[in-house]
C-alpha cells in the first residue's frame, strides 16, 4: 500500500500546516462558555488534519499548542477543566520540547466572586495557579499574554518582560502581592529597550496603583522603548481611583512617547482626567490613530466640553492620521492635523436626541490639515442636507459609510456626492434599524 505522506518532504507538508494553523478571532482573556473545559484552541484545519493519522497528528502538534487557554471562571468552568489544565502542566513538565510550541497563552481568572466559585473551585485552581505561574517564563516562543483577575509577584512580572518574543500583554486586572522572599526589584536597573513588547492593554488597578511596586511596574511598561499600541478600558472608576493617564501626569512627566502610534483609550468626565490626557497627547509626537470611549451615561457631552477648553492651546497629538470617537469630538482631534480617515460609528441611544444643526456643523468642522479620504458616520435619522455637507467639504473623499437610526428609502449616493467629487471610488450607505 502506497504511502502518501513520503510523496512530498517534510518542510512541504509543514507549509501545508502553516497555511492550516489560520488566526483564530481575539477572544476574551478568560473562558469561553458554559461546561467548555477546551484548553487548546486551534483553527478547524488543524483539528480536522490531527484526527487523519498518527503521522499527521504528531505533526500537528505544534500547532495544536499554539494557543492555551489556562483562564477559568469560578462559577461558569468545571473540575474537568482543573483537570486538564493539570494534565497540560504534567505534560509541560515531562516534554520540554511542547513549551517552546506555545505563542498565546490565557492565564488567571475572568472574575473574582464571593464564595470561592461552585463545588470547591477556587480551591482547586489555586493549587495550580502556582505552577502556571512558574511556567510563563519558561515559555521562550511565547508571543501573546492574556491575564485574567490574577496577582503578580515582582519576580514574575519581571521575568515576563525578559520573555525574548513577548509581543502583546493584556492585563484585565494589575495588582502585586509580595513577601520577603520576592523584594520589589530595582526597574532603574532594568534596560529598557529588553523587552520587545509592542502592544499593551490594562483594564483595571488594583486599590494599591499609588504604592509601589504597582506604579513602577506600570510605569516600566509604558516606558518601553517598542511600546506601538496602548489599550486602556477601565471599568467606572469610584471615587478616588486613578487612572492611567493621571499615573503618566504624575510619574513620568517629561517622558515622550516617540514610539507609540496607536491609542484606544476610555475617559471619564473630571477636569482632572481630561487636563491629564491632553497633556499625555503633547508628548506622543508620532501617534498616527487615536479611539476615544467612554463609560459613563452623558459623559461624552461632558469630556467634549472639557476638551475643547483645553485642547485647542495645547494641540495634543500633531501627527494624527486616523479618529474615531464621537462626531461631536472629531473636530477637536482633526482639525489642523494630517487626518484622512473619521470614524464616528460609536454611539449610544442619546444619539437620537442630536439636532440635524448639531450634525452638520461638526462635519463641516472636522478641516484636516490634508484631504478626508474615508468618513464613516452614524446619525439619528437620514438627512441629504448630511451628504450635501459632505460633498461641499471634502471634495477628494473616497469612502462614506452612513448609519442611521431611521429606515428610509435610500437616495441615489451616486448623484449627490459622486458627481461632486473628483476621486470618489467606494461609497457606501448602510441603514440600520437600532
Not at 518542510?11 to 494553523?21: H, N
Not at 476615544?292 to 495634543?316: A, F, T
Request: hydrophobic share 40%; with cysteine.
Amino acid at each position: 500500500m502506497t504511502d502518501f505522506t513520503t510523496m512530498l518532504p517534510l518542510e512541504t507538508w509543514l507549509l501545508v500546516l502553516e497555511f492550516l494553523a489560520v488566526p483564530l478571532p481575539r477572544n476574551n482573556m478568560a473562558t469561553t462558555s458554559e461546561g467548555d473545559p477546551i484548553i487548546l484552541r486551534s483553527s478547524p484545519g488543524i483539528r480536522n488534519v490531527s484526527t487523519v493519522s498518527r503521522f499527521f497528528y504528531q505533526l500537528a502538534n505544534p500547532f495544536r499548542f499554539r494557543e492555551v487557554n489556562f483562564a477559568v471562571h469560578p462559577w461558569r468552568d468545571s473540575k474537568v477543566k482543573l483537570y486538564r489544565i493539570k494534565e497540560l502542566l504534567d505534560l509541560l513538565d515531562s516534554r520540554q520540547e511542547v513549551k517552546s510550541w506555545i505563542r498565546i497563552l490565557s492565564v488567571g481568572r475572568e472574575q473574582v466572586l464571593p464564595g470561592g466559585g461552585r463545588d470547591g473551585f477556587e480551591a482547586g485552581y489555586s493549587t495550580l495557579e502556582s505552577r502556571i505561574h512558574k511556567v510563563i517564563p519558561e515559555l521562550r516562543g511565547l508571543r501573546e499574554l492574556r491575564c485574567g483577575h490574577m496577582y503578580f509577584t515582582s519576580t514574575l512580572f519581571s521575568a515576563i518582560l525578559r520573555l525574548p518574543q513577548l509581543d502583546d500583554l493584556g492585563v484585565e486586572y494589575f495588582e502585586f502581592v509580595g513577601g520577603p522572599t520576592d523584594p520589589t526589584p530595582d526597574w532603574s536597573a532594568v534596560r529598557q529597550d529588553e523587552s520587545p513588547l509592542r502592544r499593551l492593554t490594562v483594564k483595571a488597578f488594583g486599590p494599591t496603583l499609588n504604592i509601589p511596586p504597582v506604579a513602577e511596574a506600570l510605569v516600566r511598561l509604558l516606558r518601553q522603548e517598542t511600546l506601538v499600541e496602548l489599550n486602556y478600558w477601565p471599568p467606572p472608576l469610584p471615587v478616588g481611583s486613578v487612572s492611567l493617564v493621571s499615573i503618566i501626569s504624575s510619574r513620568i512627566p517629561d517622558y515622550v512617547f516617540e514610539g507609540l502610534r496607536k491609542l484606544n483609550i476610555v475617559l471619564t468626565p473630571s477636569d482632572a482626567e481630561v487636563q491629564d490626557f491632553v497633556q499625555f497627547g503633547t508628548r506622543c509626537p508620532n501617534l498616527a490613530s487615536l479611539t476615544i470611549n467612554w463609560n459613563l451615561i452623558n459623559s461624552q457631552y461632558l469630556i467634549g466640553d472639557q476638551l475643547r477648553r483645553r485642547s485647542l492651546k495645547e494641540h495634543p497629538f500633531p501627527a494624527l492620521q486616523e479618529f474615531k470617537g464621537r462626531l461631536a469630538l472629531a473636530s477637536i482631534f482633526v482639525q489642523g492635523r494630517p487626518v484622512h480617515t473619521v470614524d464616528s460609528r460609536y454611539m449610544n441611544s442619546h444619539i437620537k436626541n442630536e439636532s440635524g444643526t448639531a450634525v452638520i456643523s461638526n462635519i463641516a468642522a472636522l478641516r484636516p490639515s490634508v484631504p478626508l479620504r474615508v468618513l464613516r458616520l452614524i446619525t439619528a435619522v437620514w438627512d441629504e442636507t448630511y451628504i450635501e455637507t459632505i460633498a461641499q467639504h471634502y471634495t477628494e473623499l473616497e469612502e462614506l459609510v452612513h448609519e442611521h437610526w431611521e429606515r428610509e428609502e435610500m437616495v441615489n449616493l451616486d448623484r449627490e456626492i459622486g458627481g461632486r467629487t473628483r476621486k470618489a471610488r467606494k461609497i457606501a450607505a448602510t441603514f440600520t434599524e437600532m
